[in-house]
């Protein structure tokens, strides 16, 4: 039974290279596929991707913060949708609760990066093996065995971690754009308001200055008048 990770960024990469050993240590029936790993140098990348995605049974999708709307799992996400008849999707959070899934993998049921999440993804990946299943109470030692060994409670604490703190910088940096972008758009409203008094500054000096050429353009032609009246009685 072929098992695909999908990841995409460095801490959904971690997840996804424990997950793979874990897997390969507690089960001896499944082929995990990772694609860095299982893609050897001369291979065709994408039509050995589009193989493995076309013929696993299971997909494992290692969601953070960082990677929930990253183009690339949402391709991965849909073309394992497309079999999902004869697939089983198992969504794996770190540093985000199943509840903020959205996209195509909201449509099924994620687990928390934990131990609770991973042994509840391995008793499904075992249901699926049909005939091929281990034992419940063999499946139940090989975890606890392996668990224990691979020390994975403190690995998977240091990648939650890890994950809370790229998504707390990704979320600090929009906000700061966004607090730049009003910041930006105040300065623009008081430039706007200051062209508006400059312009009513403007309009009201003009129509002083009309004023003022008015009176002196009367002054003017009355003292004309003046001038043609003495002349006319010069003459």
């Not at 290279?17 to 860095?36: A, G, V």
């Not at 999708?61 to 949708?81: D, H, Q, R, V």
Request: charged letters at 25%; hydrophobic letters at 40%; glycine letters at 6%.
């Amino acid at each position: 039974m072929k098992v695909f990770l999908s990841w995409s960024g460095s801490t959904s990469h971690e997840l996804a290279e424990l997950l793979r050993r874990f897997l390969d240590k507690i089960f001896t029936n499944i082929e995990p596929f990772l694609s860095d790993a299982d893609i050897q140098s001369g291979d065709r990348w994408f039509e050995t991707l589009g193989r493995a995605l076309d013929t696993t049974q299971v997909g494992i999708f290692c969601l953070t913060p960082e990677n929930l709307e990253k183009p690339w799992m949402l391709f991965e996400a849909g073309a394992i949708s497309k079999a999902v008849k004869r697939s089983l999707v198992c969504v794996c959070c770190l540093g985000m609760e199943p509840a903020a899934i959205t996209g195509p993998l909201a449509h099924f049921q994620g687990q928390k990066a934990d131990r609770a999440g991973v042994y509840a993804i391995v008793k499904a990946i075992n249901a699926a093996a049909g005939k091929q299943r281990i034992p419940l109470a063999k499946l139940d030692e090989n975890f606890e065995a392996f668990w224990f060994y691979s020390k994975h409670d403190e690995t998977l604490a240091r990648l939650w971690s890890a994950a809370e703190e790229t998504a707390n910088a990704a979320s600090g940096a929009r906000t700061a754009t966004v607090e730049q972008m009003a910041e930006a758009l105040q300065r623009l409203e008081r430039q706007v308001g200051d062209l508006g008094i400059r312009q009513e500054q403007i309009e009201t000096h003009s129509i002083q200055l009309g004023q003022a050429n008015d009176q002196r353009y009367r002054a003017l032609t009355d003292e004309l008048k003046l001038v043609r009246e003495a002349v006319e009685q010069g003459r």
